[in-house]
């Protein structure tokens, strides 16, 4: 089996974005110990919310298979995959994923995320979601952004409100998660309108709290 770290495709290890308490940047392969101590620690909390788990998801060999597809969607541009660590203790606090990038007339992205159960509701998604959501329109020059959460889950709902995104629509069965077709609410951001959201950084502002490192 290819081994990513035997391809020419990896993720960029340079590429950072600082917030004001939070930074992300693509995983990388030293990271899997964290990740797997923190989605371990947090299971019980994150499973109703996501996909299935395989019974090998948190292995070294399934992170690093992973980390290639990530690799091939970072170079394809389709998708650009980011963990959120705390600044002040420089330790992993959850994930963001932007997925099912099109470009030509529709310019558009889909955003997913996680965060570790002894970190929800401490502002840290909002934070990380809200520098994808920068570097999104500002970097990749997107036009909209979608999301999508279960009805019930409402902590996910404050987020994404709290991001600038508005709810446009339900859809009947319309991820797999957890084994079962479940009901979502849809959201959406426009670009003229993540300008107007609380937290926004101005593009190409150079502040303490906010800072793009750029792919070099």
């Not at 994150?46 to 019974?55: N, Q």
Request: glycine share 8%.
């Amino acid at each position: 089996m290819l081994d990513l770290f035997k391809s020419s495709q990896r993720l960029p290890a340079e590429e950072r974005i600082d917030g004001r308490n939070v930074y992300i940047r693509p995983p990388q392969d030293n990271d899997w110990r964290a990740w797997a101590d923190l989605r371990e620690r947090s299971r019980v909390f994150l499973v109703p919310w996501e996909p299935s788990w395989p019974v090998d998801s948190l292995t070294r060999h399934s992170y690093r298979r992973r980390l290639r597809h990530y690799a091939e969607e970072w170079q394809s541009g389709t998708g650009y995959a980011f963990l959120v660590f705390s600044r002040a203790e420089e330790a992993l606090r959850g994930g963001v994923t932007l997925t099912n990038v099109r470009r030509g007339v529709a310019q558009t992205g889909t955003l997913g995320y996680w965060v570790g159960a002894p970190f929800a509701r401490q502002g840290i998604m909002t934070e990380g979601l809200g520098c994808v959501i920068d570097y999104a329109f500002e970097r990749l020059g997107l036009h909209r952004l979608q999301a999508a959460c279960l009805p019930r889950n409402e902590a996910s709902r404050r987020v994404l409100c709290k991001c600038g995104f508005r709810e446009e629509g339900f859809a009947p069965k319309y991820l797999r998660i957890n084994g079962a077709w479940e009901d979502h609410l849809l959201f959406a951001l426009l670009a003229e309108e993540a300008t107007k959201r609380p937290g926004h950084r101005r593009a190409g502002a150079e502040t303490p709290d906010a800072t793009v490192r750029a792919l070099r």
